[in-house]
């Protein structure tokens, strides 16, 4: 790229971010296209600390799917059975963990999402992809539903 393009791109971003510092996301330039719908979905009203634990599991999770995933494609079943159990399976501290929750039904969701982890886990163990993926797909659906659902 020539000097003065890339002045100029630097300049334009900026100004893009700058911009976007001060303004409404639906306000910014690049989102008038876009429709600005209101975020319905159920908050948890958690303390600070709380979120920032909870933000944190939920990362947890998503990096033990992704090792899941990673661990069905090379072949490695146990591992990723191992995985399932231990970093997403309902252990008796993910169980107490839930239940300090204060809404039910997240409560609820929570419990089942951990129960279908070590279901995952189970499947995992044959070594049978077709079925390790449905068992997956159906921890997944937990995820999914979570977050349609809820918001921090």
């Known amino acids: 790229m020539k000097k003065p393009l890339l002045t100029l791109t630097i300049l334009?971003?900026?100004g893009t971010f700058a911009y976007a510092e001060?303004?409404?996301l639906?306000?910014?330039p690049l989102m008038q296209d876009m429709e600005v719908t209101k975020d319905s979905r159920t908050t948890l009203n958690l303390r600070a600390p709380v979120r920032e634990h909870q933000l944190s599991m939920m990362r947890e999770?998503?990096?033990a799917v992704n090792d899941i995933i990673s661990d069905i494609a090379r072949g490695k079943f146990?591992?990723?059975s191992q995985?399932?159990?231990q970093k997403l399976g309902?252990?008796?501290e993910m169980k107490k963990m839930c239940n300090r929750y204060h809404n039910a039904d997240f409560r609820k969701l929570g419990l089942a999402f951990h129960q279908s982890a070590d279901e995952l886990g189970d499947v995992l163990k044959t070594?049978?992809?077709n079925k390790s993926l449905k068992a997956l797909n159906a921890t997944m659906n937990y995820c999914l539903q979570c977050h349609a659902t809820f918001r921090q």
């Open 12 to 14: 334009l971003l900026t």
């Open 61 to 63: 999770h998503l990096q």
């Open 78 to 80: 146990e591992d990723a």
């Open 90 to 92: 309902l252990t008796p």
């Open 26 to 28: 639906h306000h910014h």
């Open 83 to 85: 995985i399932a159990h």
């Open 22 to 24: 001060d303004q409404p």
């Open 127 to 129: 070594g049978d992809i």
